[in-house]
Structure formats: C-alpha cells, structure tokens
C-alpha cells in the first residue's frame, strides 16, 4: 500500500507529463523576445560589444550571452 506522500508524487508527476503533451510550456519566461535577440545578433555583428548591446536591450550581458549560444546550436 502506498501512503499519500507516494501517491501525491505519482500525481503530480502524471500531470506534468499530460501538461507536457498538450504543449505546455515549463521554467521560467524568457527575458528576451525572438525580435530582441536578432538585434543583437546583427549589433554585435556590427561591431558593438555585448555590454553595450546588453545596455540598449535593459538586460543583463550573461543573458545574451545564453540567447546568442543556444541561437548558435
């Protein structure tokens, strides 16, 4: 016999699983639009630094650091 503890992980489990088929989206929100992200794509290949890009966009320079390495995979 299962106690609640057991049961409630298998739940919960169970739905995520179903959230995820129905295309859910799970974490945190991106900071970033897809918009955002080609700007910065295309000042930095103009020759502006990330900090500086990072600075016109209001978000931090790691933060584009992750959108510009996950765009290039």
Do not use: N, W
Not at 7 to 30: C, H, I, L, M, T
Not at 36 to 54: C, P, W
């Amino acid at each position: 016999m299962q106690g609640p503890k057991q049961r409630s992980r298998r739940e919960g489990r169970s739905r995520q699983q179903g959230g995820k088929a129905r295309g859910v989206q799970f974490g945190r929100p991106s900071k970033l639009t897809a918009d955002q992200i080609a700007l910065d794509e295309r000042l930095v290949g103009e020759g502006t630094s990330v900090r500086e890009a990072a600075k016109l966009l209001k978000c931090h320079h790691a933060t584009l650091y992750r959108a510009l390495a996950a765009r290039a995979t």
